[in-house]
């Protein structure tokens, strides 16, 4: 009905008692991912896409 399993329902309950609303809250959220790109390979990317392929689209940059 709620479209939890039975299990997942359980542990939000036992979740809910023991920390309250912020015990329901996703702890994810926030939080950087694993697999993000370092800032610097984004920018040497950013800088070669306007310098260097300006005229490709980004399929055909990505591609090439």
């Given at each position: 009905?709620?479209?939890?399993?039975?299990?997942?329902?359980?542990?939000?309950?036992?979740?809910?008692?023991a920390?309250?609303v912020?015990?329901?809250?996703?702890?994810?959220l926030?939080?950087?991912?694993?697999?993000?790109t370092?800032?610097s390979?984004?920018?040497?990317?950013?800088?070669?896409?306007?310098?260097?392929?300006?005229?490709?689209?980004?399929?055909?940059f990505?591609?090439?």
């Amino acid at each position: 009905m709620v479209g939890l399993s039975g299990r997942h329902f359980r542990r939000q309950c036992i979740r809910y008692q023991a920390e309250g609303v912020d015990g329901l809250r996703d702890k994810r959220l926030g939080r950087v991912s694993n697999r993000r790109t370092p800032e610097s390979e984004l920018d040497r990317m950013r800088r070669l896409y306007r310098e260097e392929s300006a005229d490709f689209t980004v399929k055909h940059f990505h591609e090439e």
